[in-house]
């Protein structure tokens, strides 16, 4: 089992920038691709961003391509989402996910693959 525990969110305004982090506890051991999702009101959780076990490589939606950026500290065994140039349409709960895998340098944005789930945290960017 892991335990992913989001931080990070708050009000933000337009134009501004946050930081998300996901701690992952438990059996950290194991081969993770870990990736972010985000949920917005009266709409399906889609995908944000995921990175391989070996951090080399990376995957964004399109929506937050050039904006957003995520990166790993295995040593602590975290997972962070750099979010700038927030837009409205950005407001969402994000929520990290973790996706046991054999390969280190494989990355997903299928969220059906992940196996565990953090609670989410809270992103609200006024205009």
């Known amino acids: 089992q892991v335990q992913l525990v989001e931080s990070g969110g708050r009000l933000v305004q337009a134009g501004g920038s946050l930081r998300l982090s996901c701690a992952a506890s438990g059996r950290t051991f194991s081969r993770y691709v870990m990736g972010w999702f985000r949920q917005a009101p009266g709409k399906e959780r889609e995908f944000v961003a995921a990175?391989?076990?070996?951090?080399?490589?990376?995957s964004y939606a399109d929506s937050v391509k050039g904006r957003f950026t995520i990166s790993r500290d295995k040593a602590r065994d975290t997972v962070d989402l750099q979010l700038n140039s927030l837009k409205p349409e950005d407001t969402a709960v994000y929520y990290c996910?973790?996706?046991?895998?054999?390969?280190?340098?494989?990355?997903?944005?299928?969220?059906?693959?992940?196996?565990?789930w953090g609670q989410g945290t809270q992103v609200t960017v006024s205009s």
């Open positions: 990175i391989s076990w070996s951090g080399d490589y990376t």
């Open positions: 996910a973790a996706d046991l895998v054999l390969s280190i340098d494989y990355v997903t944005r299928n969220q059906d693959e992940y196996d565990y």
